[in-house]
C-alpha cells in the first residue's frame, strides 16, 4: 500500500507544473467575494449575504428553478445539523471538480463529484462537526481523484469556505450546476432524487444566519497532514529524493 502511494506522489511531484497550473485557476467566486467585501465594507450594518441582484441567476439557472418541486421541509434539529454538514461536503467535492476542469465539464464531472462526496457516494449522513467533515473530503481527495495533491486540497477547502460566504444565492447556483452534471449521467441522475433537488430547494429558505456560522467554523478548520494519518510527511520526502534520481 505505501509503495502504491510512494509511486502516486513521486508522478504529482514529477507533473508539478499541471497542478499548479489548476491551483493558479481563478473561479468566479473569488472575484464575487472580493467584489461583496467591497460593497459591504462602507456599511455599517453587514447583511449575511449577498442579494439577487448581486450575481445575476443565468437564464438557464433560472429555467431549472422554474422546474424544481414546490416542497416544505420540517426537520428536527439533529436532521438538520446534518443536512448543513451533507452540504458542505457536496460543495466541497463540486469545488474540486470545477477548479480542476478550469470551470468547464467533462465527462468525469459526474464521477469525480460523487467520489469525492461521502454523501452521495454512500448516503452517509454526518451528525458530528464541521472538522470531521472536512477531514473526510480532504482524506478522499487525496485517494480517489485524477489529480491527488495535498495543496490542492488545501486549496479547494478555501474554495468552500469562498462559497459559503457568498450565502444561499452562491449555495443555489452551485447546487443547480451539479444538478446539471448529474441529470446528464446514468446512473448519478438518481441522486438528484435523492439529494440535490430536495437541497436546491431548501438551501432558499434556509438560514442565512446558521450559513454564516457554517462559514465562520470553515474558516478556522484547518486539517493537517498528520491528522489524515497516511505518513504523508515521510511519503512526500521520499518521493522528492525519488524524483531526483528518476
Known amino acids: 500500500m505505501k509503495s502504491r502511494a510512494l509511486v502516486q506522489i513521486i508522478i504529482y511531484y514529477m507533473e508539478d507544473e499541471q497542478i499548479h497550473l489548476v491551483m493558479k485557476f481563478q473561479p468566479e467566486w473569488v472575484n464575487q467575494l472580493k467584489q461583496w467585501i467591497e460593497q459591504t465594507n462602507s456599511v455599517s450594518t453587514k447583511p449575511f449575504e449577498p442579494d439577487n441582484t448581486t450575481f445575476p441567476f443565468t437564464s438557464d439557472e433560472k429555467y431549472q428553478m422554474k422546474n424544481l418541486p414546490s416542497r416544505e421541509f420540517l426537520l428536527d434539529k439533529a436532521t438538520l445539523h446534518s443536512v448543513y454538514l451533507g452540504l458542505v461536503d457536496i460543495i466541497f467535492a463540486f ?41 473526510c473530503c480532504v482524506r478522499r481527495s487525496l485517494c480517489y481523484p485524477l489529480y491527488r495533491h495535498w495543496e490542492l486540497s488545501q486549496v479547494v477547502l478555501q474554495d468552500t469556505r469562498q462559497i459559503f460566504h457568498l450565502g444561499r444565492h452562491k449555495l443555489l447556483q452551485c447546487l443547480l450546476k451539479v444538478h446539471k452534471i448529474l441529470s446528464a449521467s446514468e446512473p448519478y441522475y438518481i441522486l438528484n432524487n435523492l439529494f440535490i433537488t430536495d437541497y436546491c430547494v431548501w438551501i432558499q429558505h434556509a438560514s442565512p444566519q446558521q450559513l454564516n456560522k457554517l462559514a465562520e467554523a470553515l474558516d478556522v478548520v484547518a486539517i493537517t497532514k498528520a491528522e489524515v494519518g497516511w505518513e504523508l510527511s515521510e511519503l512526500e520526502t521520499a518521493a522528492k529524493l525519488a524524483a531526483l534520481t528518476v
Open 95 to 135: 469545488a474540486y471538480n470545477h477548479r480542476i476542469n478550469e470551470g468547464e465539464d467533462n465527462v468525469e464531472a459526474a464521477w469525480t463529484i460523487c467520489k469525492l462526496s461521502a454523501t452521495l457516494s454512500w448516503l452517509e449522513e454526518y451528525c458530528g462537526s464541521v472538522r470531521e467533515v472536512m477531514y
